[in-house]
């Protein structure tokens, strides 16, 4: 659709209706409920969060490892702002981590 204003064109394309919009799913905001960690998971990470206080500066007192993305987080961060010990503790957990995914065919 073109609109002419003065001596300039304007190229109106087909915008969607408010009404409509609320309706349509936003699927940049949708995310699916995090996966919980299995509880020996859990341990690990949350004595990994214990013993390298370093890495985990930003981590409330009070806040838990329960799925899987914390211990994700508990990875990178162990890779990022620790030492060689941190380093090789990050891999052990991420290869913990990375068993629950290991295809099975």
């Known amino acids: 659709m073109r609109k002419t204003e003065g ?3 304007k190229i109106v394309t087909g915008a969607v209706p408010a ?3 609320a309706a349509e799913p936003d699927a940049l905001h ?3 409920p995090p996966t919980p960690a299995p509880p020996e998971l ?6 990994l969060v214990r013993g390298y ?9 009070e806040a838990r490892v329960r799925h899987l993305e914390d211990v994700r987080l508990v990875v ?3 890779r ?24 099975t065919y």
């Open 7 to 9: 001596k300039r064109t």
């Open 19 to 21: 009404a409509n919009r």
């Open 30 to 32: 949708e995310f699916p």
């Open 42 to 47: 859990i341990e690990r990470a949350a004595a």
């Open 53 to 61: 206080p370093e890495c985990f500066w930003f981590w409330h007192p």
């Open 76 to 78: 990178e961060h162990l």
């Open 80 to 103: 990022e702002y620790g030492d060689r010990r941190a380093w090789w503790a990050a891999q052990e957990l991420n290869r913990c981590l990375s068993l629950l995914f290991k295809k």
